[in-house]
C-alpha cells in the first residue's frame, strides 16, 4: 500500500469496549471492493477484549492498522487521533458496532472522482442484531451533486442525519474540522459541530442513492437511550460551541446552525416531561445559554420558536414537552 496514493482511501473506526461487535465491523471493511484501503482502529482504552479481538483476526492483514489509546479522551478525541494518522486522499467512518457493504468505499471514491465532490453521502439502513432490516435511516430518491447553498442544505437535512459515518471527504477538508479540540460533554453530538465546518466549506456535495451502510440497534440502545434529560443538555452544549468555534459565520450562516439544532432537539431522544429533570445539569445548561446569550442572543428566540411548527399542533406530549423548555430557558438563560 503507498501512503497519499491517488486512489487511498482511510476508513476510521473508533471503538470503545465493543468486543462482540469490532471483528463484525472491520471485517466488512477488509473484504471492500476498493483495492487501495488503509483501515485504522482507534481503541478507546477499553476495559474489555477489544483491542485484542482486532490483533487476532487481522493481524495478517497489512491495511488494517490498531491504535490503542492509553487514557479514554471519548470518541471524538480517538476520532481525531485516526484523522491525523490517516494517509488516504479520502477518509471515511465507520462506528465500531455498524458494517458496511461491500462496494460502498469504491462507489463512494467513484463518484467523488466523477462530480470532484469535498463530501459524498450514501443511504443507510437500520438493522438489528440478527440482521433483520429496521427500515431506513438515510435514503435518498435519487443521486445528485450540487455546488451551492451547501450549508444551508446540510442544515435544513437534506442529506439526512447530520452523522459522519456515511460519507466520505476529501482528506484536507476532515483534517481541518474534525481535529478541532472540543469538550467530552459534547461527545455523541461532535458530529453536527464537525460537519457544520465541512459543509460550510465544501465545495460539491455528492449523493449516492443505494444504501451502503448499516447502522445497528443494538438490544441494549433503549436502557442506554433512556435519560433525555442528558440528551437535551449535551445537544445544547454542542450547540453553543458549534457557534463559538465557527464565531466568524455570518448572521445568516448562524442562523441555518441554530435551525439545525432547533430541529435536532424536536426529537423524541431529548423530550423531557419536566424542567426538573435538568436540574442535576444546572451548571452545563447555565454554561451553555451563557455562551448563547453572547455570541447570538437571536438563537434561542429560533430555538424557542421551533417548537410551535404547524405539525405539532396536535402532539399533546409535544406541547407539554415545548412548554418545558420554555421553562428551562427563562430559568437559565
Not at 435519560?227 to 445544547?236: Q, Y
Request: net charge negative.
Amino acid at each position: 500500500m503507498e501512503a497519499n496514493s491517488d486512489s487511498l482511501v482511510s476508513m476510521i473506526v473508533p471503538a470503545y469496549n465493543v468486543e462482540d461487535y469490532i471483528n463484525g465491523c472491520v471485517e466488512s471493511l477488509v473484504h471492500q471492493s476498493h483495492p487501495d484501503l488503509e483501515i485504522i482502529v482507534v481503541n478507546d482504552a477499553s476495559t474489555d477484549k477489544t483491542s485484542g479481538a482486532v490483533l487476532e483476526g487481522f493481524t495478517r492483514d497489512s491495511r488494517v492498522r490498531l491504535i490503542d489509546l492509553e487514557h479514554n479522551v471519548g470518541v471524538h478525541a480517538a476520532r481525531a487521533r485516526g484523522i491525523r494518522e490517516a494517509r488516504g486522499r479520502f477518509i471515511g467512518f465507520v462506528d465500531s458496532d455498524d458494517k458496511v457493504a461491500p462496494h460502498m468505499v469504491e462507489r463512494l471514491f467513484e463518484v467523488a472522482q466523477a462530480h470532484h465532490a469535498d463530501i459524498v453521502v450514501c443511504g443507510a439502513e437500520k438493522v438489528s442484531e440478527s440482521g433483520e432490516s429496521l427500515g431506513r435511516k438515510v435514503r435518498f430518491t435519487h443521486s445528485f451533486a450540487r455546488h451551492h447553498h451547501l450549508l444551508e442544505a446540510f442544515c435544513s437535512r437534506q442529506y439526512g442525519s447530520g452523522v459522519l459515518w456515511n460519507k466520505l471527504y476529501k482528506a484536507e477538508l476532515i483534517k481541518k474540522h474534525g481535529t478541532i479540540p472540543l469538550d467530552r460533554k459534547v461527545d455523541a453530538s461532535e458530529d453536527y459541530v464537525v460537519n457544520v465546518g465541512c459543509f460550510s466549506e465544501a465545495t460539491c456535495v455528492a449523493t449516492v442513492a443505494d444504501t451502503l451502510y448499516f447502522y445497528l440497534i443494538r438490544a441494549d440502545s433503549a436502557s442506554r437511550n433512556e435519560d433525555k434529560a442528558r440528551h437535551f443538555v449535551r445537544i445544547m452544549a454542542a450547540y453553543a460551541s458549534c457557534l463559538e468555534i465557527y464565531a466568524d459565520f455570518s448572521p445568516q450562516q448562524k442562523e441555518e446552525v441554530t435551525k439545525l439544532f432547533a430541529s435536532q432537539l424536536c426529537f423524541s431522544d431529548y423530550q423531557i416531561h419536566a424542567v426538573e429533570q435538568l436540574y442535576r445539569h444546572d451548571e452545563n445548561l447555565r454554561e451553555s445559554l451563557s455562551s448563547l446569550s453572547a455570541l447570538y442572543p437571536a438563537g434561542v428566540y429560533t430555538l424557542i420558536h421551533a417548537f410551535h411548527r404547524p405539525e405539532n399542533a396536535s402532539n399533546h406530549g409535544f406541547i407539554k414537552y415545548a412548554g418545558q423548555v420554555h421553562k428551562a430557558i427563562r430559568k437559565w438563560f
